[in-house]
């Protein structure tokens, strides 16, 4: 009978220079490949890095704006009073993201917004705000609005959910 252990995770490959029909020190089958790494002074592959990361400019000294994050649900009276729907006040029952940011001294044609998956960058002349968001949301779906009396930037983003409501 087959059993599993800590050693079956991952891949069952030998380290580098190491060759199966050479050394059976080594529980691989014969025939088994090698693996062999990049000779490349890389830490990460471009596919491990996370979205947004070369938004992160360490030599820009524009400030971080103020900034926040509200989550929000669709809730009616069939939610509300009789809870037929299921939902729940978890961030999991949630249906779009609102974030508020605080621009100063900003004007409307001055911001550049670029809203990835799980990434939001906001750039003006005087600020630059990367974001992390906390939930995959629809980029292409979004809406923004400028409102000049409070000088902040509303940004509603639908989120994404494989599964739920």
């Given at each position: 009978?087959?059993?599993?252990?800590?050693?079956?995770?991952?891949?069952?490959l030998?380290?580098e220079?190491?060759?199966?029909?050479?050394?059976?020190?080594f529980?691989f089958?014969?025939?088994?490949l090698?693996?062999?790494?990049?000779?490349?002074?890389n830490?990460?592959?471009?596919?491990?890095?996370t979205?947004?990361?070369?938004?992160?400019?360490?030599?820009?000294?524009?400030?971080q704006?103020?900034?926040?994050v509200?989550?929000?649900?669709?809730v009616g009276?069939?939610?509300?009073?009789?809870?037929?729907?299921?939902?729940?006040?978890?961030?999991?029952?949630?249906d779009?993201m609102?974030?508020?940011?605080?621009?100063p001294?900003?004007?409307?044609?001055?911001?550049?917004l670029?809203?990835k998956?799980?990434?939001?960058?906001?750039?003006?002349?005087?600020y630059?705000?990367?974001?992390?968001l906390?939930?995959?949301?629809h980029?292409?779906?979004g809406?923004?609005?400028?409102?000049?009396?409070r000088?902040?930037?509303?940004?509603?983003?639908p989120?994404?959910?494989?599964l739920?409501y």
């Amino acid at each position: 009978m087959a059993r599993t252990g800590p050693g079956d995770i991952g891949t069952n490959l030998p380290p580098e220079g190491k060759n199966n029909n050479e050394d059976q020190s080594f529980p691989f089958p014969k025939g088994c490949l090698t693996y062999k790494k990049k000779k490349s002074k890389n830490i990460w592959e471009d596919e491990e890095v996370t979205e947004g990361a070369h938004f992160d400019d360490l030599n820009d000294p524009r400030p971080q704006p103020e900034y926040d994050v509200v989550l929000k649900q669709s809730v009616g009276t069939e939610d509300l009073f009789l809870g037929l729907s299921g939902k729940d006040p978890s961030s999991m029952s949630c249906d779009s993201m609102l974030i508020r940011v605080k621009l100063p001294d900003t004007k409307t044609s001055d911001v550049v917004l670029d809203v990835k998956e799980t990434f939001l960058s906001l750039r003006t002349p005087k600020y630059k705000l990367g974001l992390h968001l906390p939930h995959p949301v629809h980029k292409q779906e979004g809406s923004a609005r400028f409102i000049t009396e409070r000088e902040e930037l509303e940004i509603t983003l639908p989120l994404s959910r494989s599964l739920g409501y």
